[in-house]
């Protein structure tokens, strides 16, 4: 493999183009400027990040899934698969074959992106109609409550699709880094689609196909530490537009939680395992039989976090809607309507986050 050059950063006539999203500050400098600030802008209501529904002691029961098991067709683990996807939405992924060294150069790389000087990350500051780039997404008005976090947004795959001026060249070699961990988070996604399929009655090869072609994006969240953990969040509630996310987190902090049962959830993050979660394309496609289940991320009052999600996404011309024999075989209605899935996800990108309310828009009414 060539490495990605810095001469080939014309733009791309192939690239989809997407919603864009309102200016809004840099929190990483808010935190520099003055550690203990925290504007009115980023505060919660206080409902919303109430502890009160703190179900921690669950986290433990988040399901741990063994990638090369499920390759092999195990059929125990293609059961814990699908109890999985139908109770949490969420599980965590192990022995996915994606090598330690490449969770870490990535992990080493981006560590050092973020330190650079803001005028240096700038460099690839997603532009105000764009979402790819370094900077924020889902702001649409200037008075919802805003995030605090930062992120760099982009489309991986396929390579036609890339806007490679915003790929950062600093650390040198990141973005070959960018490029290997890519590569083996989609060798695992393509693995899971082959056993999503095989839980849901079809073909290994159904639902690949079914995405025309198979669509990655990733986005790299970064949330600053904050002095009032209890005020903010670092990402808003929201379920993912996805067909699934696969996401690294470090290994030894904190902030994802996910809603069950009313109540929040922390994933605890198990060195080099990666969570994986069921998108609004599975939700839909299975009738609601896996839910896209709903997250969000805290902060932490002393130490950055760092996570990375890639959203394996269909191509924006395919139709999604529940699959006939699985509608067939719950003797129910058809739970949700046909939706074009460039127009879901960008209608998605025209609201805030906010909990399942888009996926919401595409159910049936009853
Ligand atoms: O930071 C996390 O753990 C969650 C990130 C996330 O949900 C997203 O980027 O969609
Ligand atoms: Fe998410």
Not at 47 to 65: K, T
Not at 92 to 105: S, T
Not at 111 to 125: G, I, M, S
Not at 215 to 235: H, T, W
Request: proline share 6%; net charge negative; charged share 25%.
């Amino acid at each position: 493999m060539g490495s990605i050059s810095d001469e080939t950063v014309e733009e791309n006539a192939d690239a989809p183009t997407y919603v864009p999203s309102l200016p809004v500050p840099n929190v990483q400098e808010l935190v520099k400027e003055d550690p203990l600030q925290v504007p009115d802008r980023y505060v919660r209501d206080q409902d919303d990040i109430l502890q009160v529904n703190d179900m921690s002691w669950l986290s433990s029961e988040i399901p741990i899934i063994d990638l090369s098991l499920l390759s092999k067709g195990d059929k125990e683990e293609l059961n814990k698969l699908d109890l999985a996807c139908k109770e949490w939405g969420f599980f965590q992924v192990v022995n996915h074959g994606v090598a330690k060294k490449v969770l870490q150069d990535m992990k080493d790389a981006t560590t050092e992106f973020f330190e650079l000087p803001l005028e240096e990350k700038n460099k690839y500051a997603m532009p105000p109609d764009d979402i790819q780039g370094y900077g924020h997404a889902y702001v649409v008005s200037e008075d919802q409550t805003l995030d605090w976090s930062d992120a760099l947004i982009l489309v991986v795959y396929p390579a036609q699709y890339r806007k490679l001026k915003f790929w950062p060249s600093t650390p040198k070699g990141y973005k070959d880094i960018i490029e290997a961990y890519s590569k083996g988070v989609k060798d695992v996604g393509v693995e899971l689609l082959r056993s999503f399929s095989t839980i849901m009655g079809m073909d290994q090869d159904a639902l690949l196909g079914l995405h025309e072609e198979l669509v990655q994006a990733l986005r790299v969240n970064y949330y600053p530490e904050c002095s009032r953990p209890d005020q903010v969040l670092g990402i808003s509630p929201h379920s993912d537009t996805s067909t699934i996310t696969i996401l690294m987190q470090e290994h030894d902090k904190h902030g994802l939680q996910i809603k069950h049962n009313g109540g929040w959830v922390p994933v605890k993050p198990i060195p080099d395992a990666l969570v994986v979660n069921v998108g609004d394309v599975i939700e839909i496609l299975s009738n609601g039989k896996y839910k896209s289940i709903e997250h969000r991320a805290v902060t932490n009052e002393s130490k950055e976090r760092i996570s990375y999600a890639s959203f394996l996404v269909p191509r924006d011309d395919v139709e999604i809607e529940p699959l006939d024999h699985l509608v067939d075989s719950q003797s129910t209605q058809k739970m949700y309507k046909k939706v074009v899935y460039g127009e879901y996800l960008r209608s998605s990108m025209k609201r805030r986050m906010e909990g399942k309310a888009h996926t919401q828009m595409a159910k049936v009414e009853t």
